[in-house]
């Protein structure tokens, strides 16, 4: 199918972290990420410079997409008279949804909105879902659940060196950063189903014995030995994506894989080096409809 063929568009918004191997260059409503009172849009700030400025003792603090952002996404993706299909991150962990609903009265393009109910890699496996269904020329319905399907089945975790950069926040309160620091303790952390809230699933006594929980807790969601799609995700060191990817290698075939940088918005509170996962069993939701419903 060519463009041409496309029955509806999709935007999201900053809560996902794209891949370069999936369909996620969509139009994006941004998060802002705000230093004092400088406020830069989350693209506008490399990952390089909001490590050193992190590190270097900044406190920034982040801010959901206005709803003119959202407008101005939607605009964007149905220029062509197509409707729109809008996926946003959590209305648990942030108000973009609700930005998103205000948008649509500043538009004159139909836009259906889907709560994700998760964040970052899980949020760029729908959105793949949703572009792919669009440019087979599918329905925005069709679209719609295959996108819904493929959050259902998808599993997001992650862990952080320090508890630092979550008491700064606000996320953690001092006397536990302070403990979790004097411990050496790292959190591993999910997105909890279905209400799409953070929630620490496990405490590991150091950072790569906590990496390696990661890959020992998709092994105990999905069960050894099964397919799974990867997405990675890192920090400051590269090296920890790959680390968590030999993890899960020994138990799992690995049928797609793609690693990023935790964008900006999710590093301001997990701090410069973190690593995490996106994972899903088996083929995309139309493979297995084309493999007569297999895994």
Known sequence: ????????????????????GLNNDVPVAPFNVNFGSETM???AISPAELYRRLEAGEHPTSSQPTPQAWADAFMEAGAGGLPVLAITISSGL??????????????????????????STAQSFAVHAAVTASLRGESLETGEAWAKATLAEAEILFTIETLEYLRRGGRIGRVAAAMGGLLNLKPIITVEKPDGVYVNTARVRSYKGAV?????????????????RLGLLHGTHPEDAQELRAHIAAHHPIVWEGVTHTNPVLNIHTGPR?????????????????????P
């Open 212 to 228: 390696k929980e990661l890959a020992a807790q998709l092994t105990q969601r999905f069960g050894e030995g099964t397919p799974l």
């Open 94 to 119: 942030s108000g973009s949804l609700n930005a998103a609903e205000q948008a649509r009265s500043l538009v004159d393009v139909p836009v259906t909105l889907l709560d994700s109910r998760t964040l």
């Open 274 to 294: 973190a690593a995490g996962v996106g994972a899903a069993p088996g083929n995309w939701i139309w493979e297995q409809a084309e493999n007569g419903g297999m």
């Open 41 to 43: 849009p989350m693209h």
């Open 1 to 20: 199918m060519t463009a041409s063929s496309q029955r509806f568009r999709v935007v999201t918004d900053g809560g996902m972290d794209a891949y370069s």
